[in-house]
């Protein structure tokens, strides 16, 4: 069964600290992404990656990085957490190429609280 | 510019009841993709069907259809005799070719509650 994992379902940070999200895929995809979904907006892409070492910007990215060191892993890095940064965070993985026609495999998503 | 409207926010309907779930979209590209994504509680999104722009034919799918109207702009997708799993939030997502599929723009999602 193919698989994105995430390695916290649920976390809970203090404004300031420096907060690493993991994003770990085993379907050999090129393609990764960190998106953050808030109730009435949808999903909004923060980072993708199509490569190791690669990274572009998203939609909205201030306040965020990445890290892209291993193909199957992808790490969203907020940091200094702050109370706006409180969300659901999603990763996905997909096969690059296909103009577009491929679907995202999407990962459970964490919900970080910042107080 | 690429934008995904999904209006209805919450749907509640009794089990057995049709439903359709409205995704207005708007390119300027002539080559795109249309999906449809549900998100169960568990929160994994999980792919639930493709349309490429060139392809009009509706789909169905067991209890699930979908109607692609170019002339429109939509692609409405239909649970027929809804069941207490398909309580979801569903979105509606984009992807133009022009950006390789890099960024997909989602609807603000529709959730749907299905009673018993």
């Known amino acids: 069964d193919v698989k994105v994992t995430q390695s916290s379902r649920y976390l809970v940070k203090r404004t300031g600290e420096k907060v690493f999200l993991e994003c770990v895929q085993d379907?050999?995809?090129?393609?990764m992404f960190w998106y953050r979904q808030d109730p009435g907006l949808g999903l909004r892409l923060i980072y993708f990656?199509?490569?190791?070492?690669?990274?572009e910007k998203g939609d909205i990215p201030e306040g965020y990085s990445v890290s892209r060191e291993k193909k199957e892993r992808f790490s969203l890095i907020l940091e200094s957490a702050s109370t706006n940064q409180t969300s659901m965070y999603l990763c996905?993985?997909?096969?690059?190429?296909?103009?577009?026609?491929?679907?995202?495999?999407f990962g459970p998503g964490t919900r970080l609280t910042v107080l | 510019a690429q934008k995904v409207t999904q209006a209805q926010t919450e749907i509640s309907v009794v089990e057995k009841e049709d439903v359709t779930l409205d995704c207005v979209y708007e390119?300027?590209?002539?080559?795109?993709?249309l999906f449809w994504y549900k998100q169960p509680p568990s929160g994994e999104l999980v792919f639930l069907i493709r349309r490429n722009s060139f392809d009009e034919q509706n789909e169905i799918s067991g209890r699930y259809s979908w109607n692609f109207q170019k002339s429109t702009s939509s692609f409405n997708f239909t649970i027929t005799a809804s069941q207490v799993v398909d309580s979801a939030v569903y979105f509606c997502?984009?992807?133009?070719?022009?950006?390789?599929?890099?960024?997909?723009?989602f609807g603000a999602g529709t959730r749907l509650f299905v009673k018993a």
């Open positions: 996905a993985s997909s096969f690059r190429g296909g103009q577009g026609r491929n679907e995202q495999f």
């Open positions: 990656s199509y490569d190791v070492k690669m990274k």
């Open positions: 379907m050999d995809h090129e393609n």
């Open positions: 390119t300027r590209d002539t080559t795109y993709y």
């Open positions: 997502a984009l992807s133009e070719a022009r950006t390789g599929g890099f960024k997909t723009i």
